[in-house]
C-alpha cells in the first residue's frame, strides 16, 4: 500500500512539474481592447434625389479604435470626421443611398475618408472600422 501510495505522490509531482512549466512557456494572452466612439447626435443629412421632394439620410455611425487611449483624439476631431460623413452622404445618389450594395459602397467611402483625416490629424491610422449602426431614409 505504501508503494501505491509513494507512486501516486510521485506520479502527482510530475504532472504538476509539467503543468507548471507549460505554464511558464504559454506566452501571454493577447486581448484586444478595441473602444467604440459613437457620433451623437445622429447625422441627418439630405441626399440627391431624382424626385420633387428632398431625400435625406438618417444614420447613426461608431467608429471602431483598436486602443481605448485613442478615443480622446477621435473625440478631439468629431466635427471634422462629422463633416467629412455629411459630405460623403450628401454627394450619393437615391439609387446608391437605398440599395444594400450601395450602403456598403457609402460606408466603405465614409471609412477612408475619416481614416484619410485621422491619419494627417494624428500622424496615424486609429481607426480599424466604421459601423452604421442605424440607417434610416426616405
Do not use: W
Not at 4 to 31: G, R, V
Not at 47 to 69: A, H, Q, T
Not at 120 to 130: D, F, Q, R, S, W
Request: aromatic share 10%; net charge negative.
Amino acid at each position: 500500500m505504501k508503494k501505491i501510495l509513494s507512486a501516486c505522490l510521485i506520479l502527482l509531482n510530475f504532472a504538476f512539474n509539467a503543468y507548471a512549466a507549460d505554464e511558464k512557456e504559454a506566452p501571454p494572452a493577447t486581448q484586444s481592447e478595441y473602444a467604440y466612439y459613437g457620433f451623437e447626435p445622429e447625422i441627418v443629412t439630405n441626399y440627391i434625389s431624382n424626385r420633387k421632394k428632398l431625400g435625406f439620410v438618417k444614420i447613426s455611425v461608431e467608429l471602431m479604435v483598436k486602443d481605448p487611449d485613442d478615443l480622446i483624439i477621435v473625440e478631439r476631431h468629431d466635427p471634422l470626421l462629422r463633416a467629412a460623413i455629411i459630405e460623403v452622404l450628401g454627394n450619393q445618389s437615391e439609387e446608391k443611398i437605398k440599395s444594400l450594395t450601395g450602403r456598403e459602397e457609402i460606408r466603405r467611402e465614409c471609412f477612408d475618408m475619416v481614416n484619410s483625416l485621422i491619419t494627417k490629424e494624428a500622424g496615424k491610422p486609429l481607426i480599424v472600422n466604421l459601423l452604421f449602426t442605424s440607417y434610416l431614409y426616405d
